[in-house]
């Protein structure tokens, strides 16, 4: 699970490469991602070329998030301009 606008500046963990080789090892993972921005078009072209397009959800903005991160195995949120992102 990430949560985070789609926006440069959060470093979407979308665009991670490692997800790939992530797949061939859990062909049964997925990712739930929630976030609305500038960069979904492209995100989403990136996702297509990388075959992750049935493993990676953008679901969009979510007002309260709280109740899908606890029910995420793990939560990721990552950011260039916060100094304590994960």
Same mark, same amino acid.
């Given at each position: 699970?990430? %949560?985070?606008?789609?926006? !440069? +500046?959060?470093? &979407?963990?979308? $665009? *991670? #490469?490692?997800?790939?080789?992530?797949?061939?090892?859990? #062909? *049964? /993972? +997925?990712? &739930? *991602?929630?976030?609305?921005?500038? /960069?979904?078009? $492209?995100? @989403?072209?990136?996702?297509?070329?990388?075959? /992750?397009? !049935?493993? %990676? +959800? /953008?679901?969009?903005?979510? *007002? @309260?998030?709280?109740?899908?991160?606890?029910? $995420? !195995?793990?939560?990721?949120?990552? $950011?260039?301009?916060?100094?304590?992102?994960?």
């Amino acid at each position: 699970m990430n %949560v985070a606008a789609l926006v !440069d +500046h959060k470093e &979407s963990a979308h $665009s *991670d #490469p490692g997800r790939g080789a992530r797949r061939e090892a859990r #062909p *049964d /993972l +997925h990712w &739930s *991602d929630r976030g609305e921005g500038e /960069l979904k078009g $492209s995100l @989403t072209a990136e996702l297509a070329r990388l075959g /992750l397009a !049935d493993r %990676v +959800h /953008l679901r969009g903005y979510v *007002d @309260t998030a709280e109740c899908l991160i606890g029910e $995420s !195995d793990v939560f990721v949120r990552s $950011s260039k301009e916060k100094g304590w992102a994960v």
